[in-house]
């Protein structure tokens, strides 16, 4: 197939010569001096093409097309540094080609075309997308109107568009509405329209394969549908620790050439019921403390978590209780291997062949065998007890613009496995040093009361003698939940899907119940702190995590870096090094 679709012949932008060769996997065009002597190289992968048009076409700030017979116009993505931040900034690159005939443009246009759709099966055709009109700035409608839009257009993806009215719309129409046709599902927000996703979407998955979500044994069932995230939250921390940049160019390019990026997901249960799905932070004592604290400081805005972490950090807490972890295979990877789960991963690659062992390549997973958990030998649990200033699980690097490496930097997005980080009580400057570290380059994990774990479930409950209040107790009398939207009458803790179902009386129960909240005020310090769940307060203390390996895909590929892609690079022939670092400047 590759043969048929070489091309190759002389072309002319900005009326200078160019031989032009379009192989299997790159187009490539190289300026020629008077004597045909090759000068530059400009090489873009096919996979990155974005549109092919035939004429002089411009496409902002507004469309205009200049239809002229010999002419074509392709447009592809271009790499810039981001500007400081860790990963690469995607941008539209442009360039308008002449041919000496008519027929050697159709040419080119057609065979061009066709290279794409070999090379890039996994490209969305229709999207729905969701965009949160009141997230971060409140931009996410200009934002993917101004942006986004233009682009998706001259990919050739249609989409349709819905403005959410409420919290949790977008999750509960990907719950109950028809979802036939659509290839993934966008975001337009932050970490909270992300998380609505990731629930609808797993819920609706699990309701459909007939899978019991609140057992913590079942091995759930990847989602068929990728998540593209455009950013425009206050906080797109997922967004950054997968593609290493926030800005919605970059993801909508993500998005377009149908980049898939798999993710780990960690499910929470209390008793036999799911509370919550998350991929980021899942964080008992300091972190659950600042969440809880900046509730009350909404007002601020973000500056409410700088201001929120100062007065918990004074509070100097520390909190007892059991952790008990499942340990992951030492033999894998390891939390201190100082290895950075980059694009092209190959500790995530190898897990999924490990995870998906009956799948022959990554877009037949959804179609395989997915008793990964079971074939896993569970291994033994490991107890530890005692006072923590933090207790932290999370199944990714969780990086973002502050700490540019994360809560833990050798954490792989898709390997199956989280990282546990138990941060043991100790004196408020060592604690200090730990927090400080996360800024910097330094190793947060080389500290005396500091240990990290690779695990694949992790059970957290309170010493004896201090056992978990009641969630009656604490004012969550309220078992049954009506679902107004959708007219269901479900019972939390019961059904399938219900990770919703918490969700809309927890922030009642969190300001009449959470103890860090009525504790701040009183000189007693309290006895129990609660669990931030990327973002969200959790209404239980003692929970139960397990990790499903690659639950879901997002169009991403991880975070590129320019060390990265350098050697990316040297597996190329030096022509086509040299082409590509033209490419890049
Ligand atoms: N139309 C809406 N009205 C009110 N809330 C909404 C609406 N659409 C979505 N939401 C909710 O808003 C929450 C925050 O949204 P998002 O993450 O997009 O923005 P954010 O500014 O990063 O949020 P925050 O900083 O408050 O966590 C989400 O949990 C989502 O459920």
Not at 171 to 196: A, I, N, P, W
Not at 269 to 287: E, I, W
Request: with cysteine; hydrophobic share 35%.
């Amino acid at each position: 197939m590759e043969t048929n679709l070489r091309l190759e012949s002389s072309l002319w932008v900005d009326n200078k010569r160019y031989r032009a060769v379009l192989t299997g996997w790159h187009f490539n065009w190289t300026e020629l001096d008077k004597k045909n002597h090759d000068k530059k190289t400009i090489s873009v992968p096919v996979a990155e093409v974005v549109g092919v048009e035939e004429g002089r076409v411009e496409i902002l700030p507004q469309k205009s097309v200049e239809d002229t017979d010999k002419d074509f116009t392709v447009f592809y993505v271009k790499r810039s540094s981001g500007g400081g931040s860790y990963g690469l900034h995607w941008r539209l690159g442009k360039t308008q080609f002449s041919c000496l005939s008519r027929v050697l443009r159709d040419q080119w246009t057609k065979h061009l075309r066709a290279a794409l759709k070999t090379h890039s099966p996994l490209r969305p055709h229709r999207l729905l997308v969701f965009i949160n009109p009141f997230g971060g700035k409140k931009k996410g409608r200009e934002i993917y109107h101004s942006l986004v839009s233009p682009l998706f257009e001259l990919a050739g993806i249609s989409s349709h568009v819905i403005v959410t009215e409420r919290a949790n719309q977008a999750r509960d129409h990907l719950l109950k509405k028809d979802l036939t046709g659509f290839d993934g599902v966008v975001c337009v927000g932050g970490d909270g329209m992300f998380s609505e996703i990731l629930h609808g979407l797993i819920g609706r998955t699990q309701q459909e394969a007939g899978l019991c979500e609140n057992d913590p044994t079942v091995t759930l069932h990847p989602c068929p549908l990728h998540i593209g995230i455009i950013p425009a939250g206050s906080t797109d921390c997922v967004c950054f620790a997968t593609v290493g940049v926030i800005d919605p160019v970059t993801s909508a390019l993500h998005i377009i050439i149908g980049d898939s990026q798999p993710l780990d997901v960690s499910s929470v249960h209390q008793a036999s019921a799911l509370v919550r799905y998350s991929v980021s932070l899942l964080g008992y004592g300091f972190y659950g403390d600042v969440l809880a604290e900046s509730e009350k400081h909404r007002w601020m805005g973000p500056l409410r978590y700088d201001y929120s972490g100062t007065v918990v950090y004074l509070s100097n807490r520390s909190y007892g209780g059991i952790v008990q972890y499942l340990p992951a295979d030492p033999v894998l990877s390891s939390p201190r291997d100082r290895t950075r789960c980059l694009a092209g991963c190959s500790v995530c690659s190898r897990s999924t062949e490990r995870l998906f062992p009956h799948s022959s390549d990554s877009s037949s997973l959804h179609s395989s065998h997915y008793s990964h958990f079971n074939n896993d030998s569970e291994g033994d649990w490991v107890s530890v007890e005692g006072r923590f200033r933090c207790v932290s699980l999370t199944c990714m690097s969780s990086s973002c613009p502050k700490s540019p490496l994360g809560l833990s930097p050798s954490a792989h997005l898709a390997d199956g496995t989280g990282d546990l980080i138990l941060v043991w009580d100790t004196h408020p400057l060592g604690f200090l040093k730990y927090l400080y570290r996360h800024t910097s380059s330094q190793d947060q994990f080389d500290l005396p009361f500091v240990e990290v774990h690779r695990v694949k479930a992790v059970r957290f409950s309170l010493p004896p003698g201090k056992e978990e209040e009641s969630f009656d107790e604490i004012g969550g009398q309220n078992d049954v939940v009506d679902d107004e939207e959708t007219g269901y009458i479900e019972t939390a803790s019961r059904t399938g899907s219900q990770q919703h179902l918490a969700d809309a009386d927890l922030t009642k129960r969190q300001k009449t119940a959470n103890p860090f909240l009525c504790c701040t005020a009183c000189s007693k310090a309290p006895a129990v702190s609660v669990w931030n769940c990327d973002g969200e307060l959790l209404p239980f203390t003692e929970i139960l995590c397990r990790i499903h390996g690659q639950l879901v895909r997002l169009y991403a590929r991880g975070i590129e870096d320019g060390a990265a892609m350098q050697d990316y690079v040297e597996e190329n022939d030096k022509h086509e090094r040299i082409s590509y670092i033209n490419s890049l400047t």
